[in-house]
């Protein structure tokens, strides 16, 4: 058995992070769910589904909130085993959360995230 990813071992934030019933290409069950975290070029797919997602910019959010490392959020793949790349994804996902659609719900606005340090 092969030891957890250090991101899993990281304690989940305090502050918000959005949700939604609103339907999302990662949640329909259009695609395999697997899709989202594969670590082949097939994640373009998931990419690409995630383009008209009403969701998309507030995802992105929630990758950073949670400080995700891998996976397809925001329409966006995450660096995963290069945390160099890390910071610069993350920019650009709160750069996409600024441009974000609105959406028909109530909820509240999230605390700022702010972008973990090399040395975190």
Not at 113 to 119: E, M
Request: glycine letters at 6%; aromatic letters at 10%; proline letters at 12%.
């Amino acid at each position: 058995m092969s030891a957890p990813h250090p991101a899993a071992a990281r304690p989940l934030p305090t502050g918000r992070v959005y949700r939604t019933d609103l339907p999302t290409p990662c949640a329909e069950g259009l695609y395999c769910c697997d899709l989202w975290f594969s670590p082949f070029k097939d994640r373009v797919h998931a990419i690409r589904a995630c383009q008209k997602c009403p969701f998309r910019g507030r995802c992105g959010y929630n990758a950073v909130a949670v400080r995700a490392t891998h996976g397809v959020w925001g329409g966006s793949a995450l660096p995963g085993d290069y945390p160099d790349r890390l910071a610069a994804a993350y920019r650009e996902l709160l750069k996409q959360f600024e441009r974000r659609l609105p959406l028909n719900c109530r909820t509240c606005r999230p605390r700022p995230c702010r972008l973990p340090t090399n040395a975190e």
